[in-house]
């Protein structure tokens, strides 16, 4: 299984004041998911990332697909099976923009 990489020329920031906002959220069992936490800018492209998003974002360092999932799992309260395809849709969406590559 190849190695996913965050793509160097891509920039991007933590939004702290709403990554808090999303993790309280989380904590209280509330919907967060249209809480932007971060944002990537690239070639004109520009996307705001929920608190999932942006924890798989974070995690593109060389890490495995399968590795990601299994962090994530013990971090939020998704089904396993759900969190695989989110995370594997999010990943293809990201590869097609550029935004990260894999390595064998």
Partial sequence: MPK???NPDVMWR??????AQA???LEKGDDVQNIGTSVLYSGGTM???NVLGTEIWKKCDGRKTDEIIS???????VEPAILKED???FLS???EKGFIY???
Avoid: P, Q, S
């Avoid at 933590?14 to 990554?19: G, M, R, V």
């Avoid at 962090?71 to 309260?77: A, G, N, P, S």
């Fill in 14 to 19: 933590e939004e702290e004041k709403f990554k």
């Fill in 71 to 77: 962090e994530l799992t013990d971090k939020f309260d």
């Fill in 23 to 25: 993790f309280e959220g």
């Fill in 102 to 104: 894999y390595e064998e």
């Fill in 47 to 49: 996307l705001a990332l």
């Fill in 4 to 6: 996913i990489y965050r």
């Fill in 93 to 95: 969406e990201l590869k």
């Fill in 87 to 89: 995370v594997t849709k």
